[in-house]
Nanobody, 115 residues
Framework: QVQLVESGGGLVQPGGSLRLSCAAS????????MGWYRQAPGKQRELVAT???????NYVQSVKGRFTISRDNAKKTVYLQMNSLKPEGTAVYYC?????????WGQGTQVTVSS
């Protein structure tokens, strides 16, 4: 079984930055896509950003130009750099890895954007 461990969440003021990390407990064969999702209170989980095995990235419109997803294959880690954070970015952020082995989720990390 694979565990995904997220870190980097916290409290930040509007306009601030955070960098989320998600490390896999072991190598995963044939990764199709890695991504970040978020779920705000009372709302459904939504896709934030994805990166394919070929490095192609995709973002939800509301974060384009402010968030950057990246990966380090050697460290088995996917990152989400979040800049110019807004209060509506407050949510629990989850990482996801979709692979030939299965679909894995992290436990979530809380991001709170507030003054």
């Amino acid at each position: 079984q694979v565990q995904l461990v997220e870190s980097g969440g916290g409290l930040v003021q509007p306009g601030g930055s955070l960098r989320l990390s998600c490390a896999a407990s072991r190598s995963i064969a044939i990764i199709v896509v890695m991504g970040w999702y978020r779920q705000a209170p009372g709302k459904q989980r939504e896709l934030v950003a994805t990166i394919t095995s070929g490095g192609i990235t995709n973002y939800v419109q509301s974060v384009k130009g402010r968030f950057t997803i990246s990966r380090d294959n050697a460290k088995k880690t996917v990152y989400l750099q979040m800049n110019s954070l807004k209060p509506e970015g407050t949510a629990v952020y989850y990482c996801n890895i979709r692979s030939a082995e299965g679909d894995y989720w992290g436990q979530g990390t809380q991001v709170t954007v507030s003054s």
